[in-house]
C-alpha cells in the first residue's frame, strides 16, 4: 500500500491511523537513508578497487597513461 493512500486515509480516520501513518514515513525515511548509506559505499568501493588497479600498473604503464606512481594517493586524497 502507498503511502499516500496511507495519508489520505488517516486523515479521515480515526487516530490510530495517524501512529501507522508516522511509522510508514519512519520505515520510508529509514530505507532511504540505507539506501544512499550504500550508495556510498559501492562508490568507496569502486574507488579503492581503482587504486588498488593503478598500484598493479607497471611504472611504465602508468607513464603511458601520464601518471607516475607518486601521483597515485594524490589523485584520490583530492576526490575523497
Do not use: H, W
Request: proline share 1%.
Amino acid at each position: 500500500m502507498e503511502v499516500s493512500s496511507l495519508i489520505a486515509r488517516s486523515s479521515a480516520s480515526p487516530a490510530g491511523y495517524a501512529l501507522i501513518e508516522i511509522l510508514v514515513q519512519l520505515a520510508v525515511a529509514g530505507c532511504r537513508a540505507v539506501t544512499a548509506l550504500g550508495k556510498r559505499l559501492v562508490a568507496a568501493q569502486r574507488r579503492a578497487r581503482a587504486r588498488r588497479e593503478l598500484y598493479a600498473l607497471s611504472d611504465r604503464s602508468l607513464k603511458d597513461i601520464g601518471l607516475e606512481r607518486n601521483q597515485i594517493e594524490r589523485l584520490f586524497r583530492r576526490r575523497a
